[in-house]
């Protein structure tokens, strides 16, 4: 089955210890991203990357990482958890040119900083 | 002024209603439009494209207005399982470009 997955699922955690979000695809996309999602804000990226090794920063990348080593894995890393961090974390895949082509959503990650 | 906005609902509707959202975009050089929807608490999924002739697909049209800078979902027939939060979705920086950027949704209630 085609699918985007997500771990944890839930997670909750106090400020200042690293935590890692796993996000792996296995319909070999070039196009991985990773989106939060906060009440009245709506969907909005954090980082993207084009292909293994490429990746760029998206619209709040600040205090986030990511890697992409593998194609189908695209880990969301935070180094110092902040409250501020607290929210519903998404990972997605799309074929290259990810902007004009359907993007396929993980289930999420809820996260709480506390 | 915001790259994408919608009106964020809600809008309750009874059964078999038609309802009809707007979304309005600020590039005029946006290529890529979209209608994504997200039931609660679970990832959005592709509704459907936005084509510059129009298109249909059931009971849903989505239609584009370039002059305007607006894309629209229209529903007939609403059913129950509509209920749900649609989410306007445009590539605002035009073709090869690689982000898009989501509307914050408009939340649709079907009520029997």
């Known amino acids: 089955e085609a699918q985007v997955t997500q771990n944890p699922r839930y997670l909750i955690t106090v400020t200042g210890k690293k935590l890692t979000v796993t996000c792996s695809q296995n319909m070999n996309h070039e196009y991985m991203s990773w989106y939060r999602q906060d009440p009245g804000l709506g969907l909005r990226q954090i980082y993207y990357?084009?292909?293994?090794?490429?990746?760029d920063k998206g619209d709040v990348p600040e205090g986030y990482k990511v890697s992409r080593k593998e194609k189908r894995n695209f880990p969301l890393i935070l180094e110092s958890p902040s409250p501020n961090q607290t929210s519903l974390y998404f990972c997605?895949?799309?074929?290259?040119?990810?902007?004009?082509?359907?993007?396929?959503f993980g289930p999420g990650t809820r996260l709480t900083v506390l | 002024r915001k790259e994408v906005e919608q009106d964020p609902g809600p809008f309750n509707v009874p059964e078999g209603a038609t309802v009809a959202f707007n979304c309005t975009y600020s590039n005029s050089a946006s290529q890529s439009f979209f209608w994504y929807r997200q039931d609660c608490r679970k990832e959005p999924k592709l509704l459907m494209s936005?084509?510059?002739s129009g298109n249909e697909d059931g009971r849903f049209t989505a239609q584009l207005n370039r002059a305007s800078q607006y894309i629209s979902l229209l529903i007939r027939d609403s059913k129950l399982s509509d209920s749900a939060t649609y989410l306007c979705v445009v590539n605002v920086g035009g073709a090869g470009s690689y982000q898009l950027t989501f509307g914050k949704g408009t939340k649709l209630s079907v009520i029997p």
């Open positions: 990357s084009m292909n293994v090794e490429v990746t």
């Open positions: 936005v084509y510059s």
């Open positions: 997605a895949s799309s074929t290259v040119h990810g902007g004009d082509n359907e993007q396929f």
